[in-house]
């Protein structure tokens, strides 16, 4: 049975399969009615399949240095294979000679050397992908993956036959993803069960971060669907993911009862943050995907930027549960003290065995709606939607704020930058980044617009927002948004 294709099929076929064809149409000619034959074993097909492919790749291939020993394929998947609706991953052909990989079997491609990552789509039996790396053992085979945000993804060798990879490096792996917390849906209720694993992320698109993976099978409340239809918004645990929503990509989950759900529209795609060359010698943390850079250990933290895959910073400390690290950033653009954390699940450590414990940082400041935050240097001049506006669950909204600056100094765009601060019940509203820059530099006595794109949780009650204009954590004009849910 064919796969679903995420992004182009694999369309081309082998020499050896055409000709075969030919002579198969030319023997069928000449004999007529034939007694039907028995049913062919689809295992044993793969299985040949993959041999010839093997045979195909390592001819007229100069011999390698070191003979690795091959696997024998056998018989019988040694698992289950992926569901058929799981998207064929489009990987690039390798060339005769080039190190190789070739399923036996439908298989899936993974984002690191384990069953419990991420992932990116199916191989299909017969089919094969360029190898780039092992791990320790050679138990797992990386392969290049251009969907990946690192350009890689992982095999198993139980699954594969491999050729010509003797001398590829032992690559490293970051650990498996934390598990993001998914709020169950009601029976009727809008939903999503995954097919795979797949990451949740703060927005629709591989470029925003991932706040986790959510495991195959599990199940989610929908909220809403991107302008494309190509993305999901689920509803997360707001006491774990300070967000309380998160995006999963409609290929890899199946969607039941969606009619009637709201466009969301998308957040601002992060742009990357360069971040301070580490000294020599010292521990690093390499980013091995898109990850948000937050003033503390947890992802209710505010987000201060984002690191691109591969970039690298120097590491300082530990949180006490060693889920993440202390990084140095830029002061004048991240963060006045220097310092950000980053999930160590997301990023590949290096001279890390020594590192520090600290103690977290303040968590974010709970908002009332009754009693904000409004000390500063600045005037609000409108406000839309006014405070206390009623919207239905799960309804998209924005608010506007036109602050003034009503001191004696500028806000400098360099240093000044517009951050969200607390929730009211820790169920924040915004649906893009918590950091935004300044379009302009504000002078005294000058206007600025803020806008933020918002959704009214699924459940009624009061719910507020705090942000503000902050250099550092100097907070120069407060600014907030109270609504109700009915």
Known sequence: ?????????????????????????????????????????????????????????????????????????????????????VPVAPLPRPEAGQPAAIANYNTLIYGGPGV?????????????????????????WAVSVPIAPNGNGWVSSQWVTVVNASNVPIMPASPPPPTTELVPPGADDPQVIALVNTFVRSGPGAD???????????????????????????????????????????????????????????????????????????????????INVRSGPGVNYPVLGVAAPGATAEIKAQSGDSQWWQVVVPTNTLSADGVGWVSA???????????????????PPAVSPDNPITVGNCALLSQTPEDKTQFSPGEPFATTWILQNTGNAPWDQAQALVRFLGAYN????????????????????????????????????TYAEQWAVSVGNAVLCPFFVIIEVK
């Not at 199916?122 to 050679?138: F, I, K, P, W």
Request: glycine share 8%; with cysteine; net charge negative.
């Open 1 to 85: 049975m064919q796969l679903k294709q995420s992004r182009k099929m694999f369309t081309s076929i082998p020499a050896w399969l055409a000709l075969g064809l030919i002579f198969s149409l030319a023997l069928s000619a000449c004999k007529g009615s034939a007694t039907p034959a028995p049913t062919a074993d689809i295992p044993a097909i793969q299985t040949q399949v993959a041999q010839t492919v093997v045979a195909e790749i390592t001819q007229n291939a100069p011999p390698p240095a070191t003979v690795t020993p091959q696997p024998t394929p056998t018989a019988a998947a040694p698992g289950p294979t992926p569901d058929t609706n």
């Open 116 to 140: 419990n990552y991420v992932a990116y789509g199916a191989l299909l039996g017969g089919h094969s992908a360029l190898v780039t790396g092992r791990n320790e053992d050679s138990s797992w």
């Open 208 to 290: 925003y971060p991932a706040f986790g993976i959510t495991p195959a099978g599990a199940r989610a409340r929908l909220l809403g669907v991107s302008s494309d239809g190509a993305w999901w918004v689920v509803r997360l645990d707001p006491g774990v993911v300070g967000a309380g929503f998160g995006w999963v990509e409609a290929i890899y989950v199946s969607a039941s009862n969606t009619s009637g759900l709201p466009v969301v529209a998308a957040p601002l795609a992060p742009s990357a943050s360069a971040l301070p060359a580490p000294s020599p010698g010292s521990a690093t943390a390499t980013a091995l995907d898109y």
């Open 345 to 363: 699940a997301f990023v590949y450590a290096q001279n890390a065995a020594n590192i520090p414990v600290v103690e977290s940082p303040p968590t």
């Open 426 to 461: 820790g169920v924040p509203l915004h649906t893009g980044a918590d950091v935004a820059n300044l379009p302009a530099n504000i002078n005294s006595g000058w206007n600025l617009p803020v806008t933020i794109p918002m959704l009214a949780p699924d459940q009624p009650g």
